[in-house]
């Protein structure tokens, strides 16, 4: 009993100094501070914390409830903007780990996703994202060597113009596909004019729309970055001799379960003590590697032109390096097989919970506002009469209410709540008004989901749903540096920006082109409640990495034809 109270004594003794130091360099910086008793840096406290925090608002007192709300992952979400309202747009949370600056300052958001090599990603990014091999988002790193700069520099001349209009094209053409399967599949068309599928549910009712509308996005980055193709509804076939997956599950496995394979060794998953899904993913983490070197080496041997997808540019890059004429290493265009392998899977988990939430979330706001969705079904019927089909070269241009509807939804359900960056040395940063003095080793969070509610910079209604906001005389409004950052900012700003916009516009212009969309009604239900059923289904979201519906099959929806 003595030893416990000892340690017990020993760490509050630690504790109460971290905060106090802390607490001394803060005062330093110039900036209102708010002091939280919580160290987010501690794992239980990231695991349980989340879950938790029902209880915590009900039993704790409110003084002290106030204290940790702000310590609990993804709080932008439910307070919104009220505390920069309440402390400032930009302010220090001392903590007794780390002290952490929050922003939703555009000038200072500006000046930090510019300056990439004194505000750098936090550790925790590399592991997650890195998890297969050094890519464009884990080079120039906390105590890398100091060449990373220029391995991120090689890296990003080679990845971005693989994201080129060949691509843009092509998933314009899979996200179609892909759309008109899913909507084939829920409206009874297969079945031809029954009045019932062939399990048993009324035409065109269906509570699957949002697992759809990711089945859609993992097949479409499948397609687009690894040249693999599969139906929306027959899946891929069977797994190879001497695997228990094929491929694409394999992919599909790891990217909807990444952040427990990034965090829990792969031996572990696969011990027979845990469970089917676990050992499931565990397996495909061990698979992964191989099986995509095997994928990379088929592309290699093919005796036709590359095709057009990522890993088949990054194999004609990859070729470069071991070009016996390029004798000057630093004047090649070259990447290795495991920076291959890593810029892959970073460019499939990127790509893949963004675009398919945020499609989530738009076709449930237009079930709810069929104002909107009759404002879209508008545009796209004027395109389809002007260009008939809706093919991408000439009618993506012309859809701009679909894409001011994407960026309307982004603004309002960002996928990721913040962009987090670490200094690691004492940074100064001089805004119009002021200049502000940043410790060394302090994170630094731009807040993009408290800023893209702010009403400084988006008006009295910037809670309210108006895609409109975004259009000028029909023209798409390109919004204030800073302001907006769901695909981050600055040189790091996402290279896949235009490719997520290309499936969004197609999935949306498919899909309505043809269909319209409605809540189902419950027993004794009118339209009116059940449209308020689905607002508090999307109330009801989650930050796991990404924004995302608790309960997605609780948005139950009707499609009929147009």
């Known amino acids: 009993f003595s030893v416990i109270v000892g340690i017990s004594v020993l760490w509050a003794f630690w504790?109460?100094?971290?905060l106090a130091a802390n607490y001394r360099k803060a005062r330093r910086t110039g900036f209102p501070?708010?002091?939280?008793?919580?160290?987010?840096?501690?794992?239980?406290?990231?695991?349980?914390?989340?879950?938790?925090?029902?209880?915590?608002?009900?039993?704790?007192p409110a003084f002290a409830?106030?204290?940790?709300?702000?310590?609990?992952?993804?709080?932008?979400?439910?307070?919104?903007?009220?505390?920069?309202?309440?402390?400032?747009?930009?302010?220090l949370l001392v903590t007794p780990g780390k002290n952490e600056l929050w922003t939703t300052d555009p000038e200072i958001a500006q000046i930090v996703l510019?300056?990439?090599?004194?505000?750098?990603?936090?550790?925790?990014?590399?592991?997650i994202m890195g998890l297969f091999g050094p890519n464009l988002l884990t080079v120039n790193r906390i105590f890398e060597s100091e060449t990373d700069g220029d391995d991120w520099q090689r890296q990003r001349r080679i990845i971005a113009p693989a994201l080129n209009e060949g691509i843009s094209n092509l998933v314009w053409k899979e996200s179609s596909s892909q759309a008109r399967a899913m909507l084939d599949w829920f409206t009874g068309a297969e079945q031809g004019g029954s009045d019932s599928t062939s399990d048993g549910?009324?035409?065109?009712?269906?509570?699957?729309?949002?697992?759809?509308?990711?089945?859609i996005a993992i097949n479409v980055l499948m397609s687009a970055g690894y040249g693999v193709s599969q139906s929306w509804k027959h899946g891929s076939g069977e797994p190879p001799q001497g695997h228990k997956l094929t491929y694409i599950e394999t992919v599909?496995?790891?990217?909807?379960?990444?952040l427990v394979a990034a965090l829990v060794p792969a031996r572990f998953l696969c011990l027979p003590v845990m469970p089917t899904s676990f050992r499931k993913l565990g397996a495909a983490v061990f698979d992964f590697p191989a099986r995509t070197k095997e994928m990379v080496d088929k592309e290699r041997k093919s005796t036709g032109s590359l095709r057009n997808n990522m890993m088949s540019a990054l194999v004609k890059a990859s070729n470069d390096e071991k070009n016996p004429a390029r004798k000057d290493v630093k004047l090649r265009l070259h990447i290795s097989e495991d920076e291959m392998i890593g810029n892959l899977y970073q460019f499939t988990i990127a790509g893949f919970d963004t675009t398919a939430n945020t499609m989530a979330y738009a076709v449930t706001i237009l079930a709810i506002h069929i104002e909107w969705q009759d404002w879209i079904i508008e545009e796209i019927d004027q395109v389809a009469n002007l260009h008939g089909d809706l093919d991408y070269g000439r009618t993506f241009p012309a859809l701009k209410r679909c894409l001011a509807l994407m960026y309307e939804t982004l603004r309002l359900y960002t996928p990721v709540a913040h962009i987090a960056r670490i200094t690691t040395s004492p940074q100064q940063i001089t805004t119009s008004s002021q200049a502000l003095y940043v410790p060394a080793n302090t994170k630094v969070f731009v807040s993009g989901a408290s800023m893209h509610v702010d009403s400084k910079i988006w008006g009295s209604d910037a809670l309210s749903f108006r895609p409109t906001r975004w259009l000028s005389n029909e023209s798409n409004v390109e919004p204030v540096k800073g302001t907006f950052i769901p695909w981050s900012g600055g040189p790091r700003a996402c290279p896949g920006i235009?490719?997520?916009?290309?499936?969004?516009?197609?999935?949306?212009?498919t899909i309505f082109r043809s269909w319209r969309v409605e809540p189902i009604t419950k027993a004794g239900e009118t339209n009116a409640l059940a449209r308020?059923?689905?607002?508090?289904?999307?109330?009801?979201?989650?930050?796991?990495?990404t924004l995302q519906m608790k309960n997605p099959r609780d948005v139950q929806l009707r499609w009929t034809g147009r």
């Open 114 to 127: 510019q300056r990439r090599k004194d505000f750098v990603h936090l550790d925790i990014s590399k592991r």
């Open 498 to 509: 235009k490719m997520s916009q290309v499936e969004f516009v197609a999935v949306m212009s």
């Open 252 to 258: 599909s496995v790891v990217v909807h379960n990444y």
């Open 65 to 91: 409830f106030d204290r940790i709300k702000v310590a609990i992952y993804g709080w932008e979400y439910i307070l919104r903007n009220s505390v920069q309202e309440r402390l400032g747009a930009t302010f």
């Open 33 to 60: 501070i708010y002091i939280s008793p919580v160290n987010q840096d501690n794992l239980l406290w990231l695991i349980f914390s989340v879950p938790l925090r029902p209880l915590f608002s009900r039993f704790l």
């Open 201 to 215: 549910r009324c035409r065109g009712e269906t509570e699957a729309t949002i697992e759809g509308l990711r089945i």
């Open 15 to 18: 504790y109460l100094q971290a």
């Open 532 to 545: 308020e059923r689905l607002k508090s289904v999307i109330a009801d979201s989650q930050p796991m990495i």
